[in-house]
Structures are given as structure tokens and as C-alpha cells.
């Protein structure tokens, strides 16, 4: 699976930007999807989870902000950031699940991933 995450740009706190995801292959809507975020000097962590079976899980710091969704049809995932603040500057991952697992919040969880587009939000 290969996965090439796109969108990211300079945006005023306060604004809107969506993010997206293509994933390559035919088995997309099998997969668990997630997306990270890694800010300079931090930990990737987790921002939001869409799993294979229509679930969607949100990390708190976003919850409420940030919509994540996905197109089985066109092998993409998305992410609605609205509201952004200076503390969701990161360059954004997108990740996939090629084995089903129960936990989505996790690095360790996911055995794909794309290379990652930056966010910049100035205040």
C-alpha cells in the first residue's frame, strides 16, 4: 500500500483546511485508516481514526474541530480541520492498517504510511 498525503499549507488560526489522503491498491475499504501529526520536537501523536467498519475515533485535542472521512469508491481519505489553532502546526501523516487490530491511537498500530504534508497555523 502506498499512501501520499496532500493539502497541508499556511492558514490563519481560526480557519478551515482539509486535508487528503490517496492510497494505492483495491482493498482500501478493508483498511483501518488514521491520521498523525508530529510537531518540531515532539512525538507523532494521534489525531483521528476512520476504521474499516465505519467508525470514526478523534483524538481530545481535536475533537469537535476536525472531521475525518473517506471515499472507498476513490481510494481517499480525508481530513476536515476547522478552527485551527497555533497548536495544530505539525506535518500531518496519513497511516493505514493492513492487519485488523483493536487499537487505532497507536504508532505501532499502523503498517503503512505517507510521507507526511506540513500544516503551518500563524496566529
Known amino acids: 500500500v502506498q499512501l501520499q498525503a496532500f493539502g497541508g499549507g499556511l492558514v490563519q488560526a481560526g480557519g478551515p483546511l482539509r486535508l487528503s489522503c490517496a492510497a494505492s491498491?483495491?482493498?482500501?475499504?478493508?483498511?483501518?485508516m488514521g491520521w498523525f501529526r508530529q510537531a518540531p520536537g515532539k512525538e507523532r501523536e494521534f489525531v483521528a481514526a476512520s476504521t474499516w467498519s465505519g467508525g470514526t475515533i478523534y483524538a481530545d485535542s481535536v475533537k469537535g474541530r476536525f472531521t475525518i472521512s473517506r471515499d472507498n469508491a476513490k481510494n481517499t481519505l480525508h481530513l476536515q480541520m476547522n478552527s485551527l489553532i497555533s497548536e495544530d502546526t505539525a506535518v500531518y501523516y496519513c497511516a493505514a492498517q493492513g492487519v485488523h487490530r483493536g487499537g487505532v491511537r497507536t504508532t505501532g498500530s499502523y503498517d503503512y504510511w505517507g510521507q507526511g504534508t506540513l500544516v503551518t497555523v500563524s496566529s
Open positions: 491498491g483495491r482493498t482500501f475499504s478493508t483498511y483501518t
